[in-house]
């Protein structure tokens, strides 16, 4: 393993799966590369934007190796962020979303390159798994608190659109055109996320946020790395920052829209 993707559900803890990834030894782990979600917003030919994918890792690759900077969503000191939406209406000097140019000394030619975006890797995953030169990481959450947070944020899957994926994932866009029902649209996105993944479990890793967030050297069988640490894990109690009413008509619409969630959170 060289090239390894993230992907994942939307705020299933692909940003923080990132910065435990970029914690083990050798291992460099950049998230949401601002210039590969220019291009799934302006790309229009499928397999253009798959290579542009796939080269992307060789070059960022060499820059690592000879010295380059490389643009990343860091804090100032180089520490990588575990979650961009924390105080997001107090956006300011050290946002969370903020980009750093960080540079690394002294990596060799064998290091870990992982790279994380959700809907713009997921979108074209069929595609990326035929290239030979990938590993694929793909996490998922419990579908009530994952879908409770996309409608208590303002991002486009909390308006039932997903502008990174719809131009290579059709089947996103024929959703919102059988209802404008946006807890269903909401609910059933994440079923098509669980649906893609399902369908490409043989090659793939999947991890339930739940088991890393107990265990951050959960990944060293997987990724050949010693565990280095220092990433802090905070896991939230959601059920206290939501009404009752709000997760039973979230667990409603689950059992009616999405069953194949129940595939992996029979609970």
């Known amino acids: 393993m060289k090239n390894l993707i993230i992907t994942g559900i939307p705020r299933s803890g692909t940003t923080l799966t990132t910065a435990i990834v970029d914690s083990y030894e050798n291992t460099v782990g950049i998230s949401e590369p601002v210039w ?3 291009w799934s917003r302006e790309m229009t030919d499928r397999k253009a934007y798959v290579q542009c994918l796939v080269k992307d890792f060789s070059d960022i690759r060499d820059k690592v190796v000879n ?12 520490l990588v962020n575990t979650n961009y939406y924390r105080d997001v209406d107090n956006a300011g ?6 980009l750093e140019s960080i540079s690394w000394e002294g990596m060799n030619s064998d290091f870990i390159l992982a790279m994380k975006h959700n809907a713009h890797y997921t979108c074209v995953l069929p595609d990326l798994l035929e290239q030979t030169n990938f590993a694929v990481l793909a996490v998922i959450r419990h579908p009530v608190p994952t879908i409770l947070s996309w409608r208590a944020l303002n991002i486009p899957i909390s308006r039932g659109t997903m502008p990174a994926a719809e131009q290579f994932w059709p089947e996103v866009a024929e959703i919102r055109q059988r209802t404008d029902d946006l807890l269903r649209i909401q609910v059933e996105l994440y079923g098509l996320f669980c649906m893609r993944y399902q369908l490409l479990r043989e090659k793939i890793q999947l991890i339930r946020y739940e088991q890393l967030i107990r265990n951050p050297a959960l990944l060293s069988e997987y990724l050949g790395r010693n565990y280095v ?3 802090e894990i905070k896991p939230r109690n959601w059920r206290s920052e939501h009404s009752q009413l709000e997760i039973q008509e979230v667990e409603e619409y689950i059992k009616q829209y999405c069953p194949i969630a129940f595939e992996y959170y029979p609970d």
């Open 36 to 38: 590969q979600a220019k």
């Open 67 to 78: 010295g380059g900077s490389i643009q990343d969503r860091r804090s100032p000191a180089g």
């Open 93 to 98: 000097p050290g946002d969370p979303r903020d």
């Open 229 to 231: 640490g220092g990433i």
